[in-house]
């Protein structure tokens, strides 16, 4: 086994802070510390190393003590396949698998069949003063995306599939009925219940074509 501390996964870019933050409203995923995660690194698996996404910049940074002179290194975005924090899993999409201009790590949400649902996380940057002391808010924001096939789609609102699936707009229309108690409360759990039972269909067609 490959040590980490010696290992390909500490070569890269210094950490540094580029933004003062002084409340809970920080750039980070989730927490503002490093947390065990696992990470697919040019091609190397890493478990139970310390990580943190940087949502805003959209960078991964790893962590480790025994590096007393550089102990927080940036890994380079097109080396990562993928990685996991806590019970969230990200994967890395290029610029030709999400076609478009948006690029980088994605929330893998969801994936079902030939569907499958992410969430891009961002953060939108505020500038603050407080008594002559300058600091920076961030605040959360995202959008989903729906991958079928080789064709990746942007969802601002889970009655996009109709343009999608125009051969299923009624049963999206009962879908989106079915889980509306959940569209504020639980987001992602409504996009994913609507993505969910849309595929479950789509499978029922193709083997009823099968047939």
Do not use: C, W
């Amino acid at each position: 086994m490959v040590g980490q501390t010696n290992s390909g996964i500490f070569e890269g870019v210094a950490y540094t802070e580029e933004f003062r933050v002084i409340n809970e409203k920080h750039q980070f995923f989730k927490e503002p510390y490093f947390v065990l995660g696992s990470v697919v690194y040019d091609g190397q698996p890493y478990f139970e190393v310390k990580l943190r996404y940087n949502v805003y910049n959209d960078q991964l940074s790893i962590k480790n003590e025994k590096l007393g002179r550089l102990p927080i290194m940036v890994l380079d975005k097109e080396k990562v396949v993928g990685f996991n924090i806590g019970q969230h899993r990200f994967k890395y999409l290029g610029s030709k698998e999400a076609r478009g201009d948006i690029s980088g790590f994605f929330e893998v949400l969801m994936k079902k069949d030939s569907l499958t649902l992410f969430k891009k996380h961002r953060k939108k940057r505020f500038k603050r003063t407080d008594e002559e002391v300058l600091y920076y808010e961030f605040k959360d924001g995202y959008t989903y995306h729906l991958k079928r096939g080789p064709d990746f789609y942007i969802l601002n609102k889970a009655s996009d599939l109709n343009g999608i699936f125009p051969k299923y707009r009624k049963e999206i229309k009962a879908m989106l009925n079915r889980y509306a108690s959940q569209r504020k409360s639980s987001p992602d759990t409504y996009m994913k219940s609507i993505v969910s039972d849309l595929s479950a269909l789509m499978s029922t067609d193709n083997g009823q074509k099968a047939l």
